[in-house]
């Protein structure tokens, strides 16, 4: 309760000089009170870093509430756990702590977990997003389902996010009846037209691509190939010796202004078929069966531990799942619209939800951030910006899809206390290797003078400054002008300092601001077409290589942008930086360099050229940046 809402009675007005000593009832009910306070701090356990304790302060004060019953929060911003807390009761009756190792049904949460197992088959070479699932499973070809590839699964617009046939959810518990019955069916509606929320068929798809490919069942594959390596607490199918420390849910009600379902619609097709009480989740044959789509049990640090994967570009504590390349599939849009089982608009990506306007999730920010949520309120957030994973369980559900207001107020503490009104990490998106890339609406664009000066123009802002960030390098190095052409293809080098400070060579970053044309950049053995009014910024110890686009590239015919022609004449302009004095260090590695030792000289500067490329070379090879995007026309 906060006092200050509170206003005395003139019944019994407040005394101010009283003291303690002044009454035994006095000091009886201060000892009650401080009693009441030392518990109620104490309901928050774990670590929690001290920029952070605002969020930690949250969880205090929903549970001391009861808003919230038992919960987890998570936070890993750059590999380091900066965030690890749980507290509450993992039980109605609050009997039983909700302890460190407490896990609980996370909903559709799980997809997260089950789109990861699919892309780690894609970056393995086992599963190709744009392949038909019926090459890997035949027997889904009946009914004209040829054309549903792996991607449009992924992404919920397959066409078949529920059953025609009468299901139960015991029938949920028969792999073979759930499976056989999706192939035998035909798709609702044209594959890639629009999403539907794949609620329960998802986990059966994707379980049935994992068997068919691996010979393992989903359960095992995430056991074997992600919760174990990444030391990971999260269970597709609890065992027995953990159903002893699985929280319970607790249900909520439905509003009392609900409609009823359709039976004949989509949503009523999906949502009445089967037909769940989510108090079934506490059932222990629930808790032990394989639902790709909704019976992951596990904790905010499971599911951080294993989802920071993406934010961190593919790999944790060493354990490697994806490559840069893979990760960089999940940002292409398949979907964007209202959905046609759960209404909202919504915006997919290749495996997860993506943010952006017009979307139900616009209190997120935009950006290279992925998520998805668990009904009740569960989410997980991965900005790839900020190279940070945010993961929030509890056991007290509210009727929400996306996020309930708690969800919302822990997520706002926690970008609240990151202050990202003004900072680098607002500019563009960055490439898994550390490099930055800057344009369109990745910068600030803002109003140069006041309207009473009459002065026209407008101020395109690529970054804050090193002022605002003390972590972004301040440049002394060499600056000037360069007038690229096709002919001026560079061979692929690094930059290091000059050893001027005696302690050793450094790897260094580079600014790169295209001014006008559009360029080619090979950063880490990509190559990247790159707009004009672009401010790249290469990360330390990235090989790269520069050159001009091929004369005749469209962007806006190709699609990439719709903001009139950007044709390119074979010349771009580029305004060149570094961060301090170096030298050219030519090299036929494309790996990002750590230490100076990691550099292998090359003196054959001919056979490290940028390629010569013509127009169909760059649509078919290379990523198109735009705004903040990258992505690959030929995907």
């Given at each position: 309760?906060?006092?200050?809402?509170?206003?005395?009675?003139?019944?019994?007005?407040?005394?101010?000089?009283?003291?303690?000593?002044?009454?035994?009832?006095?000091?009886?009910?201060?000892?009650?009170?401080?009693?009441?306070?030392?518990?109620?701090?104490?309901?928050?356990?774990?670590?929690?870093?001290?920029?952070?304790?605002?969020?930690?302060?949250?969880?205090?004060?929903?549970?001391?509430?009861?808003?919230?019953?038992?919960?987890?929060?998570?936070?890993?911003?750059?590999?380091?756990?900066?965030?690890?807390?749980?507290?509450?009761?993992?039980?109605?009756?609050?009997?039983?702590?909700?302890?460190?190792?407490?896990?609980?049904?996370?909903?559709?949460?799980?997809?997260?977990?089950?789109?990861?197992?699919?892309?780690?088959?894609?970056?393995?070479?086992?599963?190709?997003?744009?392949?038909?699932?019926?090459?890997?499973?035949?027997?889904?070809?009946?009914?004209?389902?040829?054309?549903?590839?792996?991607?449009?699964?992924?992404?919920?617009?397959?066409?078949?996010?529920?059953?025609?046939?009468?299901?139960?959810?015991?029938?949920?518990?028969?792999?073979?009846?759930?499976?056989?019955?999706?192939?035998?069916?035909?798709?609702?509606?044209?594959?890639?037209?629009?999403?539907?929320?794949?609620?329960?068929?998802?986990?059966?798809?994707?379980?049935?691509?994992?068997?068919?490919?691996?010979?393992?069942?989903?359960?095992?594959?995430?056991?074997?190939?992600?919760?174990?390596?990444?030391?990971?607490?999260?269970?597709?199918?609890?065992?027995?010796?953990?159903?002893?420390?699985?929280?319970d849910v607790i249900p909520p009600s439905p509003p009392a202004d609900m409609p009823a379902l359709d039976p004949t619609s989509i949503p009523g097709r999906v949502q009445l078929n089967p037909a769940f009480d989510f108090e079934l989740a506490n059932s222990e044959r629930w808790r032990k069966a394989e639902l790709g789509a909704s019976n992951g049990h596990t904790n905010a640090?499971?599911?951080?531990?294993?989802?920071?994967?993406?934010?961190?570009?593919?790999?944790?504590?060493?354990?490697?799942?994806?490559?840069?390349?893979?990760?960089?599939?999940?940002?292409?849009?398949?979907?964007?619209?209202?959905?046609?089982?759960?209404?909202?608009?919504?915006?997919?990506?290749?495996?997860?939800?993506?943010?952006?306007?017009?979307?139900?999730?616009?209190?997120?920010?935009?950006?290279?951030?992925?998520?998805?949520?668990?009904?009740?309120?569960?989410?997980?957030?991965?900005?790839?910006?900020?190279?940070?994973?945010?993961?929030?369980?509890?056991?007290?559900?509210?009727?929400?899809?996306?996020?309930?207001?708690?969800?919302?107020?822990?997520?706002?503490?926690?970008?609240?206390?990151?202050?990202?009104?003004?900072?680098?990490?607002?500019?563009?998106?960055?490439?898994?290797?550390?490099?930055?890339?800057?344009?369109?609406?990745?910068?600030?664009?803002?109003?140069?003078?006041?309207?009473?000066?009459?002065?026209?123009?407008?101020?395109?802002?690529?970054?804050?400054?090193?002022?605002?960030?003390?972590?972004?390098?301040?440049?002394?190095?060499?600056?000037?002008?360069?007038?690229?052409?096709?002919?001026?293809?560079?061979?692929?080098?690094?930059?290091?300092?000059?050893?001027?400070?005696?302690?050793?060579?450094?790897?260094?970053?580079?600014?790169?601001?295209?001014?006008?044309?559009?360029?080619?950049?090979?950063?880490?053995?990509?190559?990247?077409?790159?707009?004009?009014?672009?401010?790249?910024?290469?990360?330390?110890?990235?090989?790269?290589?520069?050159?001009?686009?091929?004369?005749?590239?469209?962007?806006?015919?190709?699609?990439?942008?719709?903001?009139?022609?950007?044709?390119?004449?074979?010349?771009?302009?580029?305004?060149?930086?570094?961060?301090?004095?170096?030298?050219?260090?030519?090299?036929?590695?494309?790996?990002?360099?750590?230490?100076?030792?990691?550099?292998?000289?090359?003196?054959?500067?001919?056979?490290?050229?940028?390629?010569?490329?013509?127009?169909?070379?760059?649509?078919?090879?290379?990523?198109?940046?735009?705004?903040?995007?990258?992505?690959?026309?030929?995907?």
């Amino acid at each position: 309760m906060n006092t200050s809402d509170a206003e005395p009675s003139e019944a019994a007005p407040i005394s101010t000089t009283l003291s303690i000593s002044d009454s035994p009832y006095v000091r009886i009910l201060f000892a009650i009170v401080s009693l009441q306070y030392a518990i109620n701090m104490s309901l928050v356990n774990g670590h929690c870093d001290a920029q952070f304790e605002p969020v930690s302060l949250l969880l205090q004060e929903f549970l001391s509430s009861s808003e919230e019953l038992g919960a987890s929060l998570a936070l890993n911003i750059d590999g380091k756990d900066v965030i690890d807390i749980w507290g509450g009761h993992d039980d109605s009756q609050q009997t039983r702590p909700w302890e460190e190792h407490t896990i609980t049904n996370v909903a559709s949460c799980t997809k997260l977990v089950t789109n990861l197992a699919a892309l780690v088959l894609v970056d393995r070479g086992i599963l190709d997003l744009n392949e038909k699932v019926s090459k890997y499973w035949p027997e889904f070809a009946a009914q004209g389902k040829t054309d549903i590839e792996v991607r449009h699964v992924l992404s919920h617009t397959s066409g078949l996010p529920g059953w025609d046939e009468n299901m139960t959810v015991d029938d949920l518990y028969d792999w073979g009846k759930a499976t056989s019955a999706l192939a035998r069916q035909a798709g609702w509606w044209k594959p890639g037209t629009q999403s539907g929320y794949q609620s329960f068929t998802l986990g059966f798809i994707v379980g049935e691509l994992v068997r068919r490919t691996t010979g393992q069942t989903l359960k095992d594959f995430i056991r074997t190939e992600i919760a174990e390596p990444l030391g990971a607490d999260f269970q597709l199918g609890v065992r027995n010796e953990d159903l002893p420390r699985v929280s319970d849910v607790i249900p909520p009600s439905p509003p009392a202004d609900m409609p009823a379902l359709d039976p004949t619609s989509i949503p009523g097709r999906v949502q009445l078929n089967p037909a769940f009480d989510f108090e079934l989740a506490n059932s222990e044959r629930w808790r032990k069966a394989e639902l790709g789509a909704s019976n992951g049990h596990t904790n905010a640090a499971g599911l951080m531990r294993i989802m920071s994967a993406l934010a961190l570009g593919g790999s944790v504590n060493g354990h490697r799942l994806l490559s840069a390349e893979t990760i960089n599939l999940i940002f292409q849009e398949q979907a964007k619209g209202p959905d046609a089982v759960v209404g909202m608009p919504l915006r997919f990506g290749i495996g997860y939800g993506l943010t952006g306007k017009n979307t139900a999730v616009e209190w997120l920010p935009e950006g290279r951030i992925c998520f998805w949520g668990g009904f009740g309120g569960s989410m997980v957030i991965m900005d790839l910006d900020r190279r940070m994973t945010i993961s929030y369980v509890m056991n007290k559900l509210d009727f929400v899809g996306l996020g309930s207001e708690r969800t919302k107020a822990y997520i706002k503490a926690i970008y609240d206390a990151l202050d990202t009104r003004i900072t680098p990490l607002e500019y563009g998106f960055a490439l898994d290797n550390g490099t930055r890339i800057i344009h369109g609406q990745g910068s600030l664009v803002k109003d140069g003078f006041t309207p009473d000066l009459n002065i026209p123009g407008k101020l395109e802002v690529f970054s804050p400054g090193h002022r605002a960030d003390p972590g972004v390098p301040c440049f002394c190095g060499p600056q000037g002008l360069f007038p690229f052409t096709t002919e001026n293809r560079m061979p692929r080098h690094v930059h290091m300092s000059n050893n001027s400070s005696g302690k050793g060579k450094r790897y260094i970053v580079e600014k790169i601001h295209v001014l006008e044309g559009i360029a080619l950049a090979e950063l880490g053995g990509q190559i990247y077409v790159i707009p004009p009014k672009t401010l790249v910024l290469i990360g330390p110890g990235v090989p790269h290589s520069w050159t001009a686009c091929p004369r005749g590239l469209d962007l806006e015919a190709l699609g990439v942008t719709d903001s009139g022609k950007i044709v390119s004449e074979g010349r771009f302009t580029a305004v060149y930086e570094y961060e301090e004095p170096t030298a050219f260090y030519p090299t036929r590695q494309t790996e990002t360099l750590k230490d100076e030792s990691d550099y292998i000289e090359c003196t054959d500067l001919q056979s490290i050229r940028f390629p010569k490329m013509e127009v169909a070379d760059v649509v078919k090879d290379a990523w198109f940046v735009w705004d903040r995007t990258v992505r690959k026309l030929n995907s």
